[in-house]
Each structure stands twice: as structure tokens, then as C-alpha cells.
């Protein structure tokens, strides 16, 4: 399911930057990394694969946009930016991690 536009990873940390009022990056994770990650976190082995390919097809390309919310809902997708709104403490109670950590 998708919002009414397809934003990459980057655009997505732009995003709450500006809705937070600090700067936020998108910093890439070797795909081993990430998958042992989330392995050792207890994710299904299925589960990682499925979700390391989409988010490394997102970081270049935006996901498709689907009506699927409307579909289901019967209400229109909300935008990211008005989602990031509605959570913006969350994000900012965000610790930042240094530059040269491993996420």
C-alpha cells in the first residue's frame, strides 16, 4: 500500500527534517549487515529477504503508488509529510546516531 506519492528513502529523510526542524540523512547499511540485523532480532528469513529487496529497490526508485488505501479505507492515502506530522515527537525524540556508525 502506498500514500498518494512515492517518495525514495532519501526524500522520506528530507521530509522529517523539515517537519522536525533538524537535518535527518538516509545513510546506506550493507545489505549483510542489514540482514543479520534483523536475523538476530528474530525476523523470518523470508520476511528480511522480501523487505531488504524492496528497500534496496527504493533507495534509486520510488515504490509504485497503488489506490489500495482508498480501496480499503474508503479515505484518501494521507501524504508522508502530514503522516510525519502527526508523529513528529516520536522522530523527534529520536537519538542521532554518528556519521560513521553502523546502523
Known amino acids: 500500500m502506498s500514500g498518494p506519492q512515492s517518495l525514495t528513502q532519501a526524500g522520506q529523510a528530507?521530509?522529517?527534517?523539515e517537519v522536525i526542524g533538524r537535518p535527518v540523512?538516509?545513510?546506506e547499511t550493507s545489505r549483510q549487515t542489514a540482514r543479520q540485523q534483523m536475523l538476530a532480532r528474530g525476523w523470518p528469513?523470508?520476511?528480511v529477504d522480501g523487505i531488504l529487496q524492496a528497500q534496496a529497490e527504493m533507495?534509486?526508485?520510488p515504490a509504485r503508488v497503488t489506490s489500495a488505501v482508498q480501496e480499503v479505507t474508503g479515505a484518501p492515502?494521507?501524504?508522508?509529510?502530514?503522516w510525519v506530522t502527526d508523529h513528529?515527537?516520536?522522530f523527534r525524540?529520536?537519538?542521532?546516531v554518528p556519521?560513521?556508525?553502523a546502523i
Open 59 to 61: 533507495v534509486t526508485e
Open 93 to 96: 525524540r529520536t537519538r542521532a
Open 77 to 82: 492515502a494521507r501524504t508522508f509529510r502530514t
Open 45 to 47: 528469513p523470508a520476511a
Open 25 to 27: 540523512r538516509w545513510a
Open 14 to 17: 528530507h521530509i522529517i527534517g
Open 99 to 101: 556519521r560513521d556508525a
Open 88 to 90: 513528529a515527537g516520536a
